[in-house]
């Protein structure tokens, strides 16, 4: 079965800026599409950021458009997540998974979702 492992969290004054690594466990994670998901306590997890299996094209929400990069390795079945220009409203823990052709949907048959590595932005 896939793992998914996040890390790369911590604190940051707002402004600053991080870089989020998901590691994929298995040989499939090439053939999917992934994204990074995000979620504060009594909230839903929400939609970050998506990137096709190749690397070719990427997806965000408006709340990070501009400030957050998405990319993959695919050889390292790693997928990264550049935080900059961080606010204290980006504070979640950040979680990857697979996405379908909604890229703003998981797809968690793809994978256990991971313990997720938490952000935390100063004011």
């Known amino acids: 079965q896939v793992q998914l492992v996040e890390s790369g969290g911590g604190l940051v004054q707002a402004g600053g800026s991080l870089r989020l690594s998901c590691a994929a466990s298995?040989?499939?994670?090439?053939?999917?599409?992934m994204g990074w998901f995000r979620q504060t306590p009594g909230k839903e997890r929400e939609f970050v950021a998506a990137i096709s299996w190749s690397g070719g094209s990427t997806f965000y929400a408006d709340s990070v458009k501009g400030r957050f990069t998405i990319s993959r390795d695919n050889a390292k079945n790693t997928m990264y997540l550049q935080l900059n220009s961080l606010k204290p409203e980006d504070t979640a823990v950040y979680y990857c998974?697979?996405?379908?052709?909604?890229?703003?949907?998981?797809?968690?048959?793809?994978?256990?979702w991971g313990q997720g590595t938490q952000v935390t932005v100063s004011s």
């Open positions: 298995g040989r499939t994670f090439s053939m999917y599409a």
């Open positions: 998974n697979a996405v379908g052709s909604d890229y703003d949907i998981p797809f968690p048959d793809f994978a256990p």
